[in-house]
């Protein structure tokens, strides 16, 4: 993560992925990929399924996974490299649970717009991860937390106005400002702590 040949693919990959997730445009793959559907009861099908969740599970795990990478490389084998594993087992773990209780896979909410809503919040936390990586490699100092600050911003704002959008509840709005509040008012006071601002000044 302190290469330039490394880090600006990872912002170019992370933006592309959260403007997808936003609905800016639409992969389609070939018919073939859907017919895709390997056999549970196989050692090869297991793998490959395996191999397929990860890769869907990518636009979950990018912005998450970067600073667990950089924290694992910080640290002896020993702990790192468990630290890692644990990702894995951790993505294995709802599927182990929906196995010995299908009918909890019922219980899971449906497609709609609600659901796309959380993907859209899904592509600015992509576009957010986008910004930390990007505008700490421009900004030198801590002053780039403030653009990290305004995408969150952007986000609490679509929050909500989508919500209203979406629902005429006043349970519903209060719920979404509440974590718009929270998501905009965390980010600011972190980035105020980040860069000093309201600090006194010293005395020369």
């Not at 990872?10 to 559907?37: E, K, Q």
């Amino acid at each position: 993560f302190s290469k330039a040949w490394f880090i600006w693919p990872m912002v170019a990959l992370l933006a592309v992925m959260g403007l997808g997730l936003l609905g800016a445009f639409t992969v389609s793959l070939p018919t073939t990929a859907y017919r895709f559907s390997p056999r549970h009861d196989t050692f090869g099908g297991n793998f490959f399924w395996g191999a397929l969740t990860a890769v869907l599970a990518t636009p979950c795990t990018a912005p998450l996974l970067p600073p667990l990478l950089i924290w694992a490389a910080s640290h002896k084998a020993l702990v790192g490299v468990p630290a890692m594993l644990m990702v894995g087992v951790g993505m294995a773990f709802p599927y182990l649970i929906l196995s010995a209780f299908p009918e909890a896979a019922r219980r899971f909410p449906r497609s709609g717009p609600w659901a796309e809503l959380f993907k859209q919040m899904m592509g600015f936390l992509l576009l957010v991860a986008a910004m930390y990586f990007g505008a700490g490699r421009v900004i030198h100092g801590p002053d780039f937390w403030w653009l990290v600050s305004a995408t969150v911003a952007v986000a609490g704002f679509y929050l909500m106005a989508r919500t209203v959008q979406l629902s005429k509840s006043a349970g519903a709005v209060a719920v979404s400002a509440t974590l718009a509040v929270a998501m905009i008012g965390a980010s600011l006071w972190w980035s105020a702590r980040m860069t000093g601002l309201g600090r006194p000044a010293m005395a020369l």
